[in-house]
């Protein structure tokens, strides 16, 4: 697990608000806040700041969490204060994030016979990119795609060949998309050590490193999976 918590939730606007459509983040005192407008009214938001030992069953109370939240947000602009104050109680949550380590995901075995995994349980990763969500779609692309490949989408007879032809799809699956999860994994994982990092000179390691190995920021989002 990374040593940081999330707090999400929902915020609605009766009359509208300001915000438009673009997703913004804010960083400040080690806490990064993210706000993305779902429609004219209603805004997704989280903050994201280093992980305080307690007990964790106080976070199941939605008022300590918007409490909490509001004193950790005391330097930040009135609308994120407000934003947060605001918040749909019933949408509140307290996550203590966690991931899969990249070379977990490089020499990892994803399926046996029948059985495989996709989405979260393949690779769960910090939300430091917005890509979980994205990754989980093109596995499910992916995934169907070699499923039609193999003759999956017409009915056999005997239980060897099913196994067979599946076992086969999900070889497949998993050899395709084993090199876009670890890189997106990697970079999340980097952007997350490089937070929560109080060391001057690790973080300076981890810029170096983001920068050799990501030279184009954007290269999580310019990313095809193909056609079904």
Excluded at 176 to 183: C, E, K, S
Aim: hydrophobic letters at 45%.
């Amino acid at each position: 697990m990374f040593p940081i918590f999330a707090v999400r939730g929902l915020t609605n606007y009766p009359h509208g608000h300001p915000f438009g459509r673009e997703f913004t983040r804010f960083k400040k005192d080690g806490m990064l806040v993210g706000r993305l407008p779902i429609d004219n009214n209603m805004i997704y938001w989280f903050s994201a700041q280093p992980y305080i030992p307690k007990d964790e069953r106080i976070w199941k109370n939605p008022e300590v969490i918007r409490q909490y939240t509001m004193e950790l947000l005391s330097n930040y602009p009135q609308e994120i204060q407000e934003m947060a104050q605001n918040v749909e109680m019933n949408s509140l949550s307290f996550t203590h994030l966690r991931y899969r380590h990249p070379w977990d995901l490089l020499m990892g075995t994803f399926f046996k016979e029948t059985v495989v995994v996709v989405g979260d349980a393949m690779h769960v990763m910090g939300p430091f990119l917005g890509q979980g969500g994205s990754a989980a779609l093109e596995d499910a692309v992916v995934l169907a795609r070699n499923m039609a490949q193999v003759g999956l989408n017409h009915v056999e007879s005997g239980s060897k060949v099913i196994v067979h032809r599946v076992g086969k799809a999900f070889d497949q699956f998993v050899r395709q998309r084993r090199i876009r999860v670890v890189r997106l994994s990697l970079q999340a994982y980097l952007i997350g050590t490089l937070l929560v990092s109080s060391s001057r000179l690790k973080r300076i390691l981890w810029i170096m490193l983001l920068f050799l190995l990501f030279p184009n920021q954007n290269s999580h989002m310019d990313y095809d999976c193909g056609d079904l």
